[in-house]
């Protein structure tokens, strides 16, 4: 990818200032830094944006960028329901948007494995199961999107039987996810562990890649951009 790609950047805390850092890697140059009160005229010549704010936040900016015509990648979590007026949005201005409560390739490969056990024991009643994280005490939702989403992919496989969730929210910690199964006889442990915001930071620059790199419209997931579904 050229150099001359202009990243805006909604929201300009530890994950906008990591995604700056790192977006020359990915053929970006951040043209425009947008913080609370900012305008977001200052992102009217740039090619795509990345969102990482707040719950309160997100929708208005996604609607401000959506009137902008301008590609977005929301790193955001605590909106999805808001998620069908955020699609109208985007389908009443042609343009394009892509989401996850996690853009850590890790956990969406994580995701993938989860759901394939849960598929494994939906019909294997002895085992019952939970599901528990741990992130930072300056995380605003609990449980978190990636929490919740887990527990999503094992239902949509199949698995009817109570899950049982639980969040802590302790230090610095840059997160963890675990997927527990347990009966008499054993219990299987599902675990991801990030080490630090990078990865998020890199999953959400390629999913800016793969936004301009042609002319995409409509809701995307992380899981498109990495797997190769359609739009949403």
């Not at 630090?196 to 995409?216: C, D, I, N, T």
């Amino acid at each position: 990818m050229s150099m001359n790609k202009k990243l805006a950047l909604i929201g300009y805390g530890k994950m906008g200032r990591m995604i700056a850092q790192l977006a020359p890697e990915y053929g970006f140059e951040v043209a425009a830094t947008i913080d609370l009160n900012d305008e977001f005229a200052k992102a009217s010549s740039c090619d795509v944006a990345i969102e990482f704010t707040t719950p309160e936040a997100v929708v208005g900016n996604i609607q401000k960028l959506a009137a902008m015509k301008l590609p977005t990648v929301v790193g955001t979590t605590g909106w999805l329901a808001h998620m069908d007026q955020v699609r109208a949005t985007v389908d009443q201005h042609k343009t394009a948007l892509v989401w996850s409560p996690n853009f850590s390739i890790g956990v969406n490969v994580f995701f993938r494995l989860v759901r394939e056990a849960a598929l494994l024991l939906k019909d294997e009643p002895e085992y019952g199961a939970w599901a528990w994280e741990i992130h930072h005490d300056t995380k605003k939702d609990a449980p978190s999107g990636t929490l919740i989403k887990l527990v999503e992919e094992m239902k949509q496989a199949g698995y009817a039987r109570n899950i049982d969730v639980g969040s802590n929210r302790a230090g610095r910690h840059p997160g963890t996810h675990d997927i527990g199964f347990d009966s008499a006889a054993d219990t299987i442990t599902l675990r991801h562990a990030a080490r630090s915001r990078e990865g998020f930071a890199r999953g959400a620059l390629k999913a800016a890649q793969w936004l301009v790199a042609e002319k995409r419209t409509g809701v995307f997931e992380f899981s498109d951009v990495i797997f190769g579904k359609t739009k949403t």
